[in-house]
């Protein structure tokens, strides 16, 4: 009587806990039934969006085949803006050649023209005083000495001398950018490096050794990513300022 | 002893325009070199040059290895040293001066501001 007194409270309790359970999946049923769509239209997302990230994939699996050949190319544009200012720098250095012939010519025009000149003189010398012959021998005299052809053709020719320097230095311009050009193709391999290995994570396929060339760098041209071609000297004035100030405090 | 002038570039373009630049201010003798490390080869070939313009970026040694190396060495260590380059931030020119380059050109130079390097260099000596 006594033990069944004692079993009564913990059936009542069992019951309870069921009810409870019984409660939870009700809830549950409910969310389920909440859920369910959510879930449909997940799936119809999923199915929408997948052909997209295959076209994504596809998308960047083609660009990252066409960077090694735009680096190329870029490393290409290099090499011909060498070969271009390396002809520009030889074509100026036959002008400066010529110019230097040019030069030397005149030197000796004008030691001949001195020679005819003495030779003029010792002729009137020795013809005495006829009146006709003095008078042209003065004037064939004058126009030898006279002549100004070399002065004018030699300042002409330290001022074509001096713009042709200027050419030669204005070809500074190539190697500035050929290492702008380094730069970028730089980055072209950061991001061809990036994109490769999204693709290897997602095709689980080896894109890289199929389609980059062993040389993508372009040239191997080491660079300032920072080259600036420009007429002022504001960058030179901050570094002999900075050299100044080096100097001064080292002394 | 007349001067004798290395002239150390990876630009062939870069190398010309130094030394037209040279010959424009009556310097004649010169040696090239296409990186440090083919600079180094140089010095050790022509115990003439007592003069090194050198270029910073350059593949193999740079220019900034090159002038450690060179003022570690015993025989060249007192050379001047002109740094011709792009690299004309504020760090890159100290970096440059703790390394003991003798002075800096930034790039593009004028032939003024060439002349006037080698004449401070020069009277410096």
């Known amino acids: ?251 | 002893m007349a001067l004798k002038f290395l002239v150390v570039d990876d630009s062939v373009t870069m190398r010309r325009i130094v030394i037209n630049s040279l010959k424009n201010l009556g310097f004649n003798e010169y040696v090239e070199a296409s990186d440090g490390r083919d600079a180094l080869g140089k010095l050790s070939a022509d115990p003439n040059i007592n003069f090194v313009i050198t270029d910073w970026n350059m593949p193999g040694l740079s220019g900034l290895e090159l002038t450690k190396a060179i003022r570690g060495d015993a025989t060249w260590g007192k050379l001047p040293i002109l740094m011709v380059t792009t690299r004309g931030v504020k760090e890159d020119i100290i970096e440059a001066l703790t390394a003991r380059v003798s002075d800096y050109i930034v790039k593009p130079f004028t032939p003024q501001i060439l002349k006037e390097k080698i004449e401070t260099l020069l009277s410096r000596q």
Do not use: C, W
Request: glycine share 4%; no cysteine; net charge negative.
């Open chain 1, 1 to 251: 009587m006594q033990e069944e007194m004692l079993e009564k409270p913990q059936e009542s309790n069992s019951m309870s806990k069921v009810f409870e359970r019984l409660s939870d999946l009700k809830s549950i049923f409910k969310f389920g039934e909440k859920i369910v769509p959510i879930i449909q239209s997940l799936v119809e997302f999923m199915r929408e969006i997948i052909p997209l990230l295959e076209t994504i994939n596809s998308s960047i699996s083609d660009s990252t085949k066409k960077m090694p050949m735009a680096a190329n190319q870029i490393a290409d544009v290099t090499s011909a803006t060498e070969l271009a200012t390396t002809q520009i720098l030889d074509l100026v250095d036959d002008i400066g050649i010529a110019l230097n012939n040019i030069e030397s010519g005149l030197i000796q025009d004008e030691e001949n023209r001195a020679k005819v000149a003495h030779l003029l003189a010792v002729i009137k010398e020795k013809v005495g005083p006829v009146h006709a012959a003095q008078a042209e021998l003065d004037e064939v005299y004058d126009l030898v000495i006279s002549s100004q052809l070399k002065e004018s053709s030699i300042q002409l020719i330290e001022a074509i001398k001096d713009d042709t320097y200027k050419i030669t230095l204005s070809l500074q311009v190539q190697d500035i950018t050929a290492q702008q050009l380094a730069a970028v193709n730089h980055l072209i391999e950061s991001v061809n490096n990036r994109l490769t290995m999204l693709v290897q994570d997602i095709n689980q396929s080896d894109i890289r050794s199929e389609f980059l060339p062993e040389d993508f760098s372009g040239g191997g041209i080491h660079f300032d990513p920072n080259a600036s071609y420009t007429k002022t000297e504001g960058k030179q004035d901050v570094a002999d300022a900075i050299v100044q100030e080096s100097r001064r405090v080292n002394n």
